[in-house]
């Protein structure tokens, strides 16, 4: 039986990304015969606890995963006890200071010639990487809509010097052809950027 502080170390080649190598992992290990689980240092963690300070079990698990989680975990754990995997779930937690985290469990049986004797999963807390990808998307976003308004300003500058006419009616004319053709405003300016740069 492999020692509950001797767990293998993820293979990085099956990991897609390398900020997901960054991500915090745990791992557990459940055999069928002792009916207890094992957990490393990392899972702890992610439930806001040390070793020795919580016994694990399943309804101690239940109790942090968001409610309405809560039957979705219960079934998948009994069908990876019972047909073994790889299989793998999405779930919500909320640590011992209730702050929440998004998981990935994958797990699969542990056999010992070739016959399940428990079952082995890996815990991946995505919490970190997915506000820094709505971060990043934010940012980006910004940079984008301030771009998008320093060529619409642009586009009412080339309007006004060419036609004489005032921002606003500037503004309504490319917005009214933006509707005509269906195409953003942000193209239409562009565009005329584009074309006066080239004349």
Known sequence: MTSSNNFPAPD?????HKDFLDCPTGLVEFYFEEGVF????GLYRMYGYERGDVVPSMDMALAHIEPADRPVVQAYWERVSSVGGPSSIY???RDRKDRQHKLLYSADYILEGGVPVGVWGVV?????????????????????????????????GVLMGRTGITADEAYELMSQQSQDTNRKVYAIAHEIVERATHR
């Open 12 to 16: 990085s080649a099956a990991f897609p």
């Open 124 to 156: 991946v807390d995505l919490t970190q990487s997915i506000h820094s990808d709505r971060h990043q998307l934010a940012t980006e976003a910004v940079a984008a809509s301030a771009r998008n308004r320093a060529v619409i300003e642009q586009a009412k």
């Open 38 to 41: 094992h957990w490393s240092e």
């Open 91 to 93: 779930v919500s937690i």
